[in-house]
């Protein structure tokens, strides 16, 4: 099916640059799509993995802006933060992201959101890591289900 | 002589990852130097070359604050900006840079402020790049001489 096809995660290391490739695409103009990643009330619905419980201490996505948030799972805990560089409506976020759990390690990351048509969105998102390792250790950390999980509940939440 | 030999600003463009590491000591505990970092009345007597005045739109160096700043020479204007997305006390400073004349260029900026003893500070900062191109591109810019001249001003500051 071509629903299906198009709703594929590609998840891609660059052989260059410390960096992992994230592309997507949703059923949902760009706008909607955005909103989905701005406003906490939206992100707590579908940010990670179905298993873990995700809740907000702030999420103020703006220009200059900043995010803590938490994920559980019986009991263990996983918090994780940032800072939002730029916000442009329906169009790009720049933001920080560090897992506390490794506090030195920081990745710079990007999603720009693309403009199908036919109320159609394209996300590619990208994570810059410090260091080859650090990348390997990223995608080697089971990240994988959490993003594949996270845009299928972001789907589900976008067709609602 | 030694104090001048130890004052000299190495810059160095990594071989494998898009990044530049800047190191130079000042004879000045982690505390001062760090402080001229982090306070914008005393960061604004000495970010960038001699001959560009710089002026504050707003510096609230803390992690989950913002900055913006301006150089102006002659009519001219350059503006910068960015987040603090991590601010240790007389440690570290992570932060992201964009000059807004390339606006969708974006470094991840780490300072590290390591103690010599004897009041003397061995500071390393790394700017990590989208891209090799985006790095060199930073290295052709003439950033050598805003940096060179701006810590010789830091050294005036920190011995006043």
Request: with cysteine; aromatic share 10%; glycine share 8%.
């Given at each position: 099916?071509?629903?299906?096809?198009?709703?594929?995660t590609?998840?891609a290391a660059?052989?260059?640059?410390?960096?992992?490739?994230i592309?997507r695409e949703?059923?949902?103009p760009?706008?909607?799509?955005?909103r989905?990643?701005t406003d906490p009330?939206?992100?707590?619905?579908?940010?990670?993995?179905?298993?873990?419980?995700?809740?907000?201490?702030?999420?103020?996505?703006?220009?200059?802006g900043?995010y803590?948030?938490l994920?559980?799972?019986?009991?263990e805990?996983?918090?994780?933060?940032g800072c939002?560089?730029?916000?442009?409506?329906?169009?790009l976020?720049?933001?920080?992201?560090?897992?506390e759990?490794f506090p030195?390690?920081v990745?710079l990351?990007k999603l720009?959101f693309?403009?199908?048509?036919d109320?159609r969105?394209?996300?590619?998102?990208?994570?810059l890591?410090d260091s080859?390792e650090?990348?390997d250790?990223?995608?080697?950390s089971?990240?994988?289900?959490?993003?594949?999980?996270?845009?299928q509940?972001?789907?589900e939440?976008?067709?609602g």
């Open positions: 099916m071509t629903t299906t096809s198009t709703r594929e590609e998840i660059d052989p260059t640059i410390p960096l992992i490739r592309s949703f059923d949902a760009p706008e909607k799509v955005f989905a990643h009330d939206l992100v707590v619905q579908w940010l990670g993995p179905r298993d873990l419980t995700m809740s907000i201490d702030h999420y103020d996505c703006r220009t200059g900043s803590r948030y994920h559980t799972r019986d009991g805990e996983y918090r994780f933060n939002f560089h730029e916000v442009r409506p329906a169009e976020i720049v933001q920080t992201f560090t897992f759990g030195d390690g990745a990351e720009v693309e403009d199908l048509g109320g969105t394209r996300l590619v998102a990208t994570s890591c080859f650090e990348r250790a990223m995608i080697a089971g990240m994988e289900t959490g993003i594949v999980e996270g845009y509940r972001l789907d939440l976008l067709a």
